[in-house]
């Protein structure tokens, strides 16, 4: 079973500069978070979906940073304009509403540097 | 305010020696806990959830404990291949679906 994907792994930009990511996650999964996490801290929920629904998007910093989910399955975060501080790796996770577990999937991420 | 404080922030092991990582939490009631293995340059890898005080679940080397308060990750006659930075996770009736993790340990086993 293919897990998370996201894309790029790597991105270098120069700040004011807008920047997306992408991410595909596990089939089926309707559940989709993204969360930011910088170095040496856990991870930050930034925003989570139900399908095509933002349910969570209270960490978002909304005057730079959008995000969508068409038709419940890719979704994709973007920033605009990048700023020096938002240099850290971007996390996509994907979960199965009603699962005994709770887990959450999550890709390899994607890490960004503002300069 | 939900938190979740993991210690130490480093632990280095010789190989065989054992033991044990703490996840202390504050949650307006626990649904579950979790811990999961991150290797460098890779997301989050699950590893255990717990839903109650007294329960225990084992993985391999890993045993995971819970009590009202805090968690423990214990590590039994680590390998190299267990080092990783281990994270632990709450998440809060109410809020079903957010994670709040703790900053992580990061543990090196040495041949």
């Known amino acids: 079973e293919a897990g998370v994907v996201q894309s790029p792994r790597y991105k270098i930009i120069e700040k004011k500069q807008p920047v997306a990511f992408w991410c595909n996650p596990i089939?089926?999964?309707?559940?989709l978070y993204w969360y930011l996490q910088n170095l040496g801290q856990g991870p930050e929920l930034l925003i989570r979906?139900?399908?095509?629904?933002?349910?969570?998007d209270s960490q978002l910093p909304k005057d730079r940073f959008s995000a969508e989910r068409l038709k419940g399955v890719d979704s994709t975060l973007k920033i605009q304009p990048a700023e020096l501080g938002d240099s850290a790796v971007y996390l996509c996770?994907?979960?199965?509403?009603?699962?005994?577990?709770?887990?959450?999937?999550f890709g390899p991420g994607t890490r960004l540097t503002v300069l | 305010e939900d938190q979740v404080t993991q210690s130490p922030e480093a632990l280095r092991l010789q190989e065989g020696e054992s033991s044990s990582l703490n996840c202390s939490y504050t949650?307006?009631?626990?649904?579950?806990l979790f811990w999961y293995r991150q290797d460098p340059g890779k997301g989050p890898e699950f590893l255990f959830t717990l839903y109650s005080a007294g329960e225990e679940k084992e993985k391999e080397r890993l045993k995971a404990t819970l009590t009202k308060k805090e968690s423990f990750l214990h590590i039994t006659a680590p390998k190299p291949e267990d080092s990783a930075t281990y994270l632990c996770?709450?998440?809060?009736?109410?809020?079903?679906?957010?994670?709040?993790f703790g900053q992580g340990t990061t543990l090196q086993v040495k041949p």
């Open positions: 979906y139900e399908n095509e629904e933002a349910v969570d």
């Open positions: 949650v307006s009631g626990l649904r579950g």
């Open positions: 089939s089926g999964h309707n559940t």
């Open positions: 996770a709450v998440q809060a009736w109410g809020n079903t679906g957010k994670l709040i």
């Open positions: 996770a994907s979960s199965l509403a009603g699962s005994v577990s709770n887990e959450q999937f």
